[in-house]
């Protein structure tokens, strides 16, 4: 079978999209054969499209901008439409999400993963499921902990069911989960090892971040 892999963060190097998509390549990889393509500044040619047009099944994993696609992904799937559109083939292609996004809640994603199973129809695509994660900015401190143990215990048990989907190329029902970690030691991490480092890499006191400027000048 061949999966076609389109990893769609804007970030160059590491990603948490690319991360799940390395964290889901051992689960269906045997068998299988893989092809990878990135998609962020630099959009894919024609030659990647017909490429994917000739899948037996599609992963993208993409990062929820404004709780919706990035825009840099949203061209490439309007020119994948019209690919297909021009193209007419009738093969069924059965489309699966990995989304993830920076609040603690998984559900944050589900206007995305909604926008995703209505561009598959338009595209004539089988919608196949969604996993959508929050809290994507912990993963670089879980690079450790093993997949289904710990706090992404949620995730493990979320990529055996996409793995068995994808392996069968069978729809099932999409999952929004976060990690297996208290929400208030997550937003306090986030306030004193993100956000406070941040600022003081750009010059800033904690203070700064706290400050209302529109309400001041009323």
Avoid at 51 to 72: G, R
Avoid at 95 to 105: D, K, R
Avoid at 107 to 133: D, L, P, Y
Wanted: net charge positive; with cysteine.
């Amino acid at each position: 079978m061949k999966i076609a892999l389109i990893n769609g963060s804007p970030k160059g190097r590491s990603s948490n999209s690319g991360l799940f998509l390395n964290i889901l390549k051992p689960l269906i990889e045997e068998g299988n054969e893989l092809t990878s393509y990135r998609v962020n500044s630099k959009q894919l040619n024609v030659e990647q499209f017909q490429e994917i047009n000739e899948a037996d099944a599609i992963v993208v994993a993409f990062p929820v901008y404004f709780d919706a696609i990035p825009s840099h992904l949203l061209r490439m799937m309007v020119e994948l439409e019209n690919y297909r559109k021009t193209e007419k083939s009738n093969k069924e292609i059965v489309l699966y999400a990995l989304i993830n996004n920076g609040f603690f809640e998984g559900q944050q994603c589900k206007t995305a993963a909604n926008i995703v199973e209505n561009w598959c129809k338009r595209c004539s695509f089988r919608f196949g499921m969604a996993i959508g994660h929050g809290a994507g900015e912990m993963f670089s401190y879980f690079n450790q902990v093993p997949l289904g143990k710990g706090p992404l215990k949620n995730l493990g048990r979320a990529m055996d069911q996409l793995s068995n989907a994808i392996l069968t190329r069978n729809s099932a029902e999409s999952l929004f989960i976060q990690p297996n970690f208290p929400r208030i030691l997550w937003r306090l991490s986030a306030t004193y090892f993100f956000w406070h480092r941040q600022a003081k890499q750009n010059g800033l006191k904690p203070k700064d971040l706290r400050k209302q400027p529109f309400q001041e000048n009323q």
